[in-house]
């Protein structure tokens, strides 16, 4: 199956910038996600970014795609106490799985004030 | 409803015992997806429907584990002889479609077996 890396654990102060780093192996997904976890809460999409383009932003987010290398970032611009929180990164499938999602392990990104 | 929808929240069970967990999906949406996530790890799929119909079963671990969706809406996972490795929280989605469609997850249930 597909295998996406992530490093586990983020701390950074209020207000700085995040970067949450993501590698996957299948060069031919579609689409690539970051979610966000809360404590005790579903998965929140927060951006995607299809597999054509090389950078996507979004207010405070800005996703970053190496396709060579297979390297998918998040950065959180001015990141607040709320941005706390597990973020995964996912790729589609392809053929027959092309329908779920493969997951991280998730990054738990701690903001101090 | 306006989101997506899982009962109960939580469920404590012995070993051995059979649990059925609940997904109300977004209306509207024909794709619906089961995903379970052990403790410190990502979701990992597990089934996903298109309609009715699975599109998708090559998650489920072994034949203990099934799920329905009847009337391609609710849908219901059904464990059978649960063992202690099942707990986990078991996450629901639904989309519109399939590729490129966002999912939306519901908040999950946790399993506890004893």
């Known amino acids: 199956g597909e295998d996406v890396e992530q490093s586990l654990f983020l701390s950074v102060r209020e207000g700085d910038s995040s970067v949450i780093n993501c590698t996957y192996t299948d060069s031919s997904s579609t689409y690539l996600y970051w979610y966000k976890q809360e404590p005790g809460a579903g998965l929140q999409l927060l951006t995607y970014i299809f597999s054509n383009m090389d950078m996507k932003q979004d207010q405070r987010l800005t996703v970053l795609l190496n396709k060579k290398d297979k390297h998918l970032s998040l950065r959180i611009a001015d990141t607040q106490t709320g941005d706390s929180a597990i973020y995964f990164c996912?790729?589609?499938?392809?053929?027959?799985?092309?329908?779920?999602?493969?997951f991280g392990r998730g990054t738990q990104l701690t903001v101090w004030p | 409803g306006a989101g997506v929808s899982q009962t109960p929240s939580n469920k404590v069970t012995e070993k051995g015992k059979y649990v059925e967990l609940r997904c109300d999906p977004i209306?509207?949406?024909?794709?619906l997806y089961w995903y379970r996530q052990s403790l410190g790890q990502g979701p990992e799929f597990l089934i996903y429907?298109?309609?009715?119909?699975?599109?998708?079963d090559s998650g489920l671990p072994n034949d203990r584990f099934f799920a329905v969706r009847p009337e391609g809406s609710v849908s219901t996972l059904k464990i059978q002889r649960t063992e202690r490795g099942d707990s986990a929280v078991y996450l629901c989605a639904s989309a519109r479609g399939t590729t490129g469609n966002e999912q939306f997850f519901g908040p999950g249930t946790r399993l506890t077996v004893l």
């Open positions: 209306s509207g949406h024909t794709a």
């Open positions: 429907f298109q309609g009715t119909g699975a599109a998708d």
């Open positions: 996912a790729e589609t499938g392809r053929g027959s799985t092309l329908g779920r999602l493969y």
